[in-house]
């Protein structure tokens, strides 16, 4: 079963941390994105432009339910809450979810480069702070766990992760 899962918008480091915190207690790493490259034997960037984005949140709900009955620590891609019937999934789960909350200028700071995102592509700085708020509560309301990413480095939010669900196990018991 799955032991984690990260949720929060692109470029809030789910991929990153969610390798980093699967290495250290030993678990695998999932990542939606790259279960759904590994399936579709295509980019996310050629999933966009030859099938659009209505099709790669098909393949993203699918893979989501099917990833979910695997083992270790889950990445989930930064639309994933949006679609009702995910965050259904994500609830059903019964999985601790974490939020990785990062700024839009940290956001637009740490993508500036990127040309793997297709959406981030369409987005200026207006319309990124815009998409944020529109999801921010999908994310909110995904995640028993917040972890601010700002000024933090990969391991320290592993850390933080740990201390965190640490103590949301002390408080079930
Ligand atoms: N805490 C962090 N501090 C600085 N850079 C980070 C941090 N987390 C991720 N990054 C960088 O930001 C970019 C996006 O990270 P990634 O893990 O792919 O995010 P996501 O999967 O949420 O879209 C990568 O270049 C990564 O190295
Ligand atoms: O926010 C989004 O809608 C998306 C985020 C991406 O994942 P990351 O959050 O890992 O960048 C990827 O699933 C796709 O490009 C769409
Ligand atoms: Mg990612």
């Given at each position: ?36 490259v590994?399936?579709s034997?295509?980019?996310i ?15 993203e ?25 995910n965050?259904?999934l ?44 529109e ?39």
């Amino acid at each position: 079963m799955v032991d984690l899962i990260l949720v929060g918008f692109m470029g809030s480091g789910k991929t990153t941390v969610g390798h980093l915190l699967a290495d250290f207690i030993h678990r695998p790493h999932l990542d939606l994105d790259q279960m759904i490259v590994a399936h579709s034997g295509q980019s996310i960037n050629q999933i966009f432009t030859e099938h659009g984005e209505r099709y790669f949140r098909e393949l993203e709900s699918k893979t989501l339910a099917s990833a979910l009955s695997e083992d270790g620590v889950l990445s989930t891609g930064g639309g994933t809450p949006v679609s009702l019937t995910n965050r259904q999934l994500l609830h059903e789960a019964n999985i601790p979810v974490v939020y990785l909350k990062t700024s839009p200028e940290i956001i637009l700071e740490r993508l500036q480069d990127d040309h793997t995102r297709p959406l981030f592509r369409t987005l200026d700085k207006n319309r990124l702070i815009e998409l944020f708020q529109e999801r921010e509560s999908y994310y909110e309301q995904s995640a028993d766990i917040q972890v601010i990413t700002d000024q933090k480095t990969p391991s320290e939010i592993v850390h933080e992760i740990k201390v965190n669900i640490r103590k949301m196990n002390v408080a079930r018991d």
